[in-house]
Structure formats: structure tokens, C-alpha cells
């Protein structure tokens, strides 16, 4: 399996590469910058689609095309037989972001990064992914998220 992870901050990309390759070492990750970087790479190979990701991890905020222009843009090229699994990953906390991606029904789902090995596997098999929101109380936050007990207060 092919995954994209189109995202501008290098440690997102480091930890959700590893929480991949945690989970199974055999997909091929497609690693882009920005929306318009993984655009390009779709443009140039729509007559090739065994080159196409299967799965998208897209971020909102980003420079040159962030994640909604990335979304519109896509909607307006993709040949009709392509549909990736596109998730949504992002710090954004901010509501709105949640109404907009509503809007998208091509979004399999809005998830909060970093992503949890749960939630990664979930991806990766198919299967609906859970809402984590992960602790950063614990030492070992990288292989272990572990679900707050009040979500609304994070840091207490």
C-alpha cells in the first residue's frame, strides 16, 4: 500500500513514518511538504495509478496549498476512478476546521496529531478509526497514547 503523508512539519512526518513502519513495514510512504508538492506528483502520474497513494494523511495548515486547497484542488483533477482514503490530521483545534471538514464526505475522518499506533493500524486495515486524544504525561508517549480522562482539560 502506498500512503502520503503531505504535512510541513518534519517531526510529524518523522513520527507517523515510524508509527507506519511500527505497524507494518511494507506499505511505501510518499513523504510532500505541502499540498502543492503531493499535487504535482498526482498530476503527473493520474495514467499511472498503481503510483497513486491509496491513503492520504493530510494537514490543514501548510505553506504554498494548505489541506482544504489541496481537497479542492483534487475534487477538480482526479480522474473519476481514483479515491484515496484521505485523513484529515491536524493540530488545529479550532471548531471550524471541524464544520469544513464535514463538507468533504471524500474525508474518511478529522484526527488530532500526532496519530496513535492505534489509530495507525486502523488506517492501514481499513477499519473506522477511534478519537484518541493522547497523554503527553507519560514517558513513553510515542508507543503508548493513553486516552485523557477529561479531554476538555488536557494538561491537568
Known amino acids: 500500500m502506498k500512503i502520503a503523508i503531505i504535512d510541513d512539519d518534519p517531526l510529524c512526518h518523522f513520527l507517523h513514518r515510524k508509527l507506519i513502519q511500527t505497524v507494518s513495514v511494507e506499505h511505501q ?39 482544504w486547497q489541496f481537497l479542492e484542488k483534487l475534487r477538480l483533477l482526479m480522474p473519476s476512478g481514483y479515491a484515496p482514503e484521505i485523513y484529515l490530521v491536524s493540530s488545529s483545534t479550532d471548531t471550524r476546521d471541524a464544520e469544513s471538514a464535514a463538507q468533504y464526505p471524500e474525508l474518511r475522518a478529522f484526527l488530532q496529531k500526532p496519530l496513535t499506533k492505534t489509530q495507525v493500524s486502523q488506517i492501514l486495515n481499513g477499519d473506522p478509526v477511534s478519537i484518541e486524544i493522547p497523554s503527553y504525561k507519560s514517558n513513553d508517549w510515542l508507543s503508548s497514547y493513553v486516552p485523557l480522562s477529561n479531554p476538555a482539560h488536557p494538561f491537568t
Open 29 to 67: 510512504i510518499l513523504r510532500y511538504n505541502n499540498g502543492l508538492e503531493a499535487m504535482e506528483f498526482l498530476i503527473l502520474n493520474m495514467g499511472r495509478p498503481e503510483l497513486l497513494p491509496e491513503v492520504i494523511l493530510l494537514d490543514i495548515n501548510m505553506p504554498i496549498m494548505n489541506g
